[in-house]
Structures are given as structure tokens and as C-alpha cells.
């Protein structure tokens, strides 16, 4: 009798596993997508790919080897479509009703980046836009101007076997918290498919053994996140306004902004801070650090840049070159799309969903070409920068990094423009596009003014290994390295 109840009970679970696989392989709305099976009835697919396989991070390559044997579209999850065709990312990224789902793991749930519902999105997103436009970045140009002398002053310093005390104004405390937030990174595929559970034995273990029992990214986030509270707090509690005035922060205008009150609590503006802390230092950190590799590694694309910048100098010999015209020197600006397409960007998928629309997509290659797919309302559309900066189409020779891709107007260099997705596409795209081209483009006119000699770096050191929602080189990577010798004449 007993044994028979065991059977039910071991039965029914079965038999509704055994229902779910056969509806998502024959019966759900997705089900002609083509791919392999695996992905269409499990997402633990994905997980193998992002948490195990090789070290973990490999999902944009592993899809891109099934786009090449499959066509422009396929499942990557169940439920979800990953479309590697670059003629269809402005229907995915449309400015129109597109919700996005976030990456999560970072603790910045409440933040702008983290908002999927359209409408919050919006609200959220107008509140911060003026503080990031070409104009307040011009405003900006002072203490950007500033930073970057300070940066020659480092370089200045090693060149000099000087002391050095500190990267801007602390080296060794802006390297430790490079590192950590790299260590945190590096968890986030993991954050992604099992957050509920690492929530769950964080807690235990800080518990059980205080916080030291946490990875050291993690300690170094709660007290980062610590220090930002302790100052949105007192913004918040400064009534009389002390900090009145230009150059006050961000957060000021945001607490007496017309945001709803639910909008301005300390929980919501610290994960907004976070996340503007964190979108605004790793990425470009990345795309500089491939730069700076690139310009010491090839001798040629270095000169040609040195070339543009004497000339610009030329005009005015005793003064820095404005900033304006610093961002519309085209060589530097097509070094650094060549940098932003060799850094990926964000490099996990990156998500929308019309909840009203139905699409239709055509397979412009591919064994199914020419089949159009229905993709109903809510259906989850993907892509990867992986596959579009690697796409051959676009970018012969994808791993070679070639300013000259960039230069001229041609039809195809205007479609290379279009298609370069490192700062996202759309209503969602990065806010600090104007902010990271002024910051990227001072760094690497300072960084052209010394002559350096690379030290036991080499293309491995970034190069593409891992997805950690930024690309990540080789594990034992110890960055980008040189021997500054002193400046250029
Ligand atoms: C090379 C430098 C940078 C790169 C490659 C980059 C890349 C990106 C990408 C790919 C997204 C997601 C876009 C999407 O989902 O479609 C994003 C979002 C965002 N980035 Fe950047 N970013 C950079 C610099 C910055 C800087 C300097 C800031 C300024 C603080 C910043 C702030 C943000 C914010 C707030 C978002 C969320 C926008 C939203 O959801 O509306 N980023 N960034």
C-alpha cells in the first residue's frame, strides 16, 4: 500500500516534467525556433555554460557556434529568442514599449539599469538624463581636464622612479577596489542563476561567521555601498541646503527633483549611486585598458594618433586642446571604437520584450533562410555583442584591432557605426556615452604624450576569455603593464 503511494508521488512530478518538456518542444508558440533541443526545454543549459563549462562565462561564444551551424535565430532558454542578425537590432532595441529584464546580482535592484517595467524606466531615466548630456559634460570639462593632468602626473612619476603617491589621488586604494569589484564581477554569472541560494548562504554564513566569512568583492561592495549611504543620507537629512550651490551632487537635484516621493527614499538613491559608480568606472576602465594595449603594442596606429594630436596642437601650441575638439579628432575617436568593440560592452545577454507586439522575423541566412518566426507578445528577444562585433560581414579580420574600420563615411562605415553595440542600442542605451567619450578621450591623448614600453603583457592579457557581465581576460591576468621611459618629443 505504502509503496503504492510512494509511486503516485513520485509519478506525478514526473509525469508533469514529462508535459512541460513536450509542450515546450512541440506545442509552445516557440516551439519552430531552431537550436538544439537542450536549451528549448531547460535553461539549466545556459547555466552549464555560464557557471561550469571551461571556468564558467562561455554562453556568447557557445552561441555564437550555434548561430553559425543553425541560422540568425535561436533559443537560448526556453522561452527567450537570441537573434545574431545586425540588420535586425533596431527592431529589438526599438524606442518603442520595451521592457528589459535586468542582469541582477550586482545590488542595484532599484537603480535605473535594473528597471524593467517601461514606464518606471522612463521616470527614472529623464530624472538623470540632463546630468549626463554633451552639455553637462562640457560643463564638466574643468575637473575632466583636471583628472587628466593628474594622470600625466602618475605617468610623470613612474617615469621618473618618483614616488608615487597614488593613482589620481590613491593608487593602491583605486587598484584595491579594481580588483574587488573584479571579484564581484566575476560571481555575477553565478548571482544570475542561483540568487535566491547564494542570498541564502550569504546570509548564513555572515551569520554564523560575520562578514569576513564573505568573498572579498563582497565585503568590499557592503562597504562601498555603506560609505554611499552614509552620504545620500546626509543629502537627504541636509534640509538647510549646506551644499548649495554649482558642483553640489547629483543627488541634491535628484532629493528636490519632481521625482514621486517613492522615488527619492535612501534605499532607492543608493542603488542608483551604485550602479552610477560601477557602470561609470569599469567599463571604460576596460575599454582604456585595450586601448592603451593596442596603441603600446602597435607602433603604427600609435604614431598615426600622436600625428592628429601634434596637429590639433598646432592650432594653439600653448594650450590644451579643448575638449570639443578632442572628441571630434577622428582617429582618436576610431581608436576608441575600436577599443569598445574589442571590450564587448556588456557582455551578457542583453534583453527587451514588447508586452503588447507581436514580431515577425525573417532568417536572412543560414539552413532556414528566408522562414519568418512569429515572436508573440512578452517573448524575450536577445543579443550578444560577441556575435555583432564579431560578425564577420562587419568586421573582417574580427580579432585584429584596426582604427582605420572606423574612418571615412562610407555606406559600410556607417553601418559599422550602427551596428557597434558596446554602449547598448535604444531607449536603454548607456547614459554616460558623452561622459565615457570625454574621460576615454583625455586618458588616451595624456597617455600618448609618454613613451612606454610594455611589460610581461601580450594580447591574452585582453583578450576576450570570460563573460562576467564585462568581458574578462585569462584568470591569472595580471592587467595591462609598462614601463613609462619618459615623455614623447
Ligand atoms: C566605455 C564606457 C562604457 C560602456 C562600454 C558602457 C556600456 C553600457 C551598456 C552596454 C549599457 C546597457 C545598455 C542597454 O541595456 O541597452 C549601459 C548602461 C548604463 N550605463 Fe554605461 N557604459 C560606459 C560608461 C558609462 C559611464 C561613464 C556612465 C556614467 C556614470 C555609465 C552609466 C550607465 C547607466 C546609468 C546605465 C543604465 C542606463 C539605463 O538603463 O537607462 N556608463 N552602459
Known amino acids: ?22 509542450y515546450r518542444l512541440f506545442l509552445h508558440p516557440l516551439a519552430g525556433i531552431p537550436g538544439p533541443w537542450l536549451p528549448a526545454i531547460t535553461s539549466f543549459y545556459s547555466t552549464y555554460y555560464d557557471c561550469s563549462h571551461c571556468g564558467g562565462g ?16 535561436i533559443l537560448p532558454v526556453p522561452g527567450e529568442v537570441h537573434i545574431s542578425d545586425p540588420d535586425c537590432l533596431d527592431t529589438i532595441y526599438a524606442i518603442r514599449d520595451r521592457n528589459s529584464y535586468s542582469a541582477g546580482g550586482l545590488m542595484v535592484e532599484q537603480s535605473v539599469g535594473s528597471t524593467e517595467d517601461h514606464a518606471l524606466h522612463r521616470l527614472r531615466r529623464e530624472a538623470l538624463n540632463p546630468y549626463f548630456s554633451a552639455r553637462a559634460v562640457v560643463d564638466l570639462e574643468p575637473l575632466l581636464t583636471a583628472k587628466a593632468a593628474k594622470l600625466a602626473q602618475v605617468f610623470e612619476a613612474y617615469a621618473s622612479f618618483g614616488l608615487d603617491n597614488g593613482l589620481l589621488d590613491d593608487i593602491s586604494e583605486a587598484h584595491r577596489q579594481r580588483e574587488a569589484l573584479a571579484s564581484l564581477l566575476a560571481g555575477v554569472p553565478l548571482q544570475n542563476h542561483f540568487r535566491t541560494s547564494m542570498r541564502f548562504v550569504g546570509g548564513l554564513m555572515t551569520l554564523l561567521q560575520g562578514q569576513s566569512a564573505l568573498p572579498p568583492g563582497l565585503i568590499e561592495m557592503i562597504r562601498f555601498r555603506a560609505r554611499i549611504r552614509h552620504d545620500i543620507d546626509a543629502v537627504l537629512d541636509d534640509k538647510a541646503n549646506h551644499d548649495k550651490g554649482s558642483g553640489r551632487s547629483l543627488f541634491y537635484e535628484l532629493r528636490d527633483s519632481t521625482l514621486p516621493q517613492h522615488e527619492k527614499t535612501a534605499d532607492r538613491l543608493q542603488d542608483e549611486a551604485t550602479l552610477l ?137 556607417t553601418r559599422r557605426k550602427r551596428c557597434l553595440m558596446a554602449f547598448g542600442k535604444g531607449h536603454r542605451r548607456c547614459l554616460g556615452i558623452y561622459l565615457a567619450n570625454a574621460e576615454m578621450s583625455l586618458a588616451l591623448a595624456a597617455l600618448a604624450q609618454y613613451d612606454m614600453k610594455l611589460f610581461e603583457t ?21 592587467g595591462v603593464r609598462a614601463i613609462v621611459r619618459g615623455n614623447h618629443i
Open 458 to 478: 601580450d594580447e591574452s592579457d585582453v583578450t576576450f576569455k570570460y563573460d562576467n557581465q564585462i568581458s574578462h581576460p585569462k584568470r591569472d591576468s595580471k
Open 58 to 73: 562561455q554562453y556568447p561564444p557557445k552561441l555564437k557556434e550555434l548561430h553559425e551551424r543553425y541560422g540568425p535565430i
Open 277 to 413: 559608480v560601477m557602470a561609470g568606472t569599469e567599463s571604460p576602465a576596460k575599454t582604456l585598458t585595450i586601448a592603451s594595449f593596442y596603441l603600446l603594442s602597435q607602433p603604427l596606429v600609435m604614431r598615426k594618433l600622436r600625428q592628429e594630436l601634434t596637429n590639433a596642437r598646432e592650432h594653439a601650441p600653448d594650450v590644451e586642446i579643448p575638449l570639443h575638439s578632442l572628441t571630434a579628432l577622428s582617429y582618436l575617436g576610431a581608436v576608441i571604437h575600436e577599443a569598445n568593440r574589442l571590450s564587448f560592452g556588456v557582455t551578457n545577454r542583453m534583453r527587451r520584450y514588447s508586452p503588447t507586439e507581436t514580431l515577425a522575423y525573417t532568417a536572412s541566412y543560414g539552413p532556414n533562410e528566408g522562414t519568418t518566426y512569429a515572436l508573440p507578445p512578452g517573448t524575450k528577444m536577445s543579443t550578444v555583442t560577441y556575435c555583432t562585433h564579431l560578425n564577420e560581414t562587419l568586421f573582417p579580420d574580427p580579432w585584429h584591432f584596426d582604427p582605420g574600420r572606423w574612418l571615412g563615411n562610407s555606406e559600410e562605415v
Open 1 to 22: 500500500m505504502a509503496y503504492s503511494y510512494i509511486l503516485t508521488a513520485a509519478a506525478i512530478p514526473t509525469l508533469c516534467f514529462v508535459c512541460k518538456v513536450l
